[in-house]
């Protein structure tokens, strides 16, 4: 009895390791103008979680989100944009309006991703 609940922990905690450790091998990733940009924004990736009380049952709704780290010769109105599908075709419009590139890393990232990044914005 005790071997079955014991693989069953285990199966239970494996995917919370392994979701961990996901963050952490992502490469940064850039999306609008590629070439012949004229300016750049990084993203730190990350997510907002929202939660309503109703009583005896609670609701929680999670809505990707990207904060601004770094701006590199432009300057965007605001410092949070959700991840939304407006939201995201508005972002897309302005890079092609403006000629901007966006690269986007996890929220928790070392020194050295940011690194990264600040290369591929230089990067034409």
């Known amino acids: 009895m ?33 070439t012949q940009n004229t300016g750049c924004v990084i993203f730190a990736q990350g997510h907002k979680t929202s939660g309503r009380f109703y009583g005896v049952a609670v609701t929680t709704k999670t809505v990707g989100k990207l904060t601004v ?26 890079a092609q309006k403006d000629h901007i590139k966006f690269v986007k890393i996890p929220e928790k990232h070392s020194p050295e991703l940011l690194e990264k990044a600040r290369a591929l914005c230089k990067q034409d």
């Open 69 to 94: 780290l770094e701006s590199i010769d432009y300057k965007l109105d605001q410092k949070e944009y959700l991840e939304t599908q407006e939201a995201m075709d508005d972002l897309t419009r302005l």
């Open 2 to 34: 005790k071997l079955p609940l014991a693989l069953l922990a285990l199966t239970a905690l494996a995917p919370l390791s392994f979701a961990a450790d996901k963050s952490a091998d992502q490469e940064p990733v850039a999306w609008g103008m590629l």
